[in-house]
């Protein structure tokens, strides 16, 4: 009987922390506005560009 109420308690912790998981990964999906940075005035793009530069040298 013991190793019945723990295997249903292990159970049930596990799709309380599944059912969890999934609302704040929802939740962290719809409220924050994901953006991609514009191509122009990229600076990492602009020192790539130098760095290529540097190597045909």
């Known amino acids: 009987m013991s190793v019945t ?3 249903i308690i292990a159970v ?6 599944i059912f ?4 704040t990964t929802s939740k962290a999906y719809t409220t924050v506005k994901h953006t991609v940075d514009p191509l122009e005035n990229n600076p990492h793009l602009e020192k790539m560009k130098q760095e290529e ?4 040298e």
């Open 53 to 56: 530069e540097e190597k045909k």
């Open 12 to 17: 049930v912790i596990c799709i309380l922390v």
């Open 5 to 7: 109420l723990v295997l």
């Open 20 to 23: 969890l998981s999934a609302l």
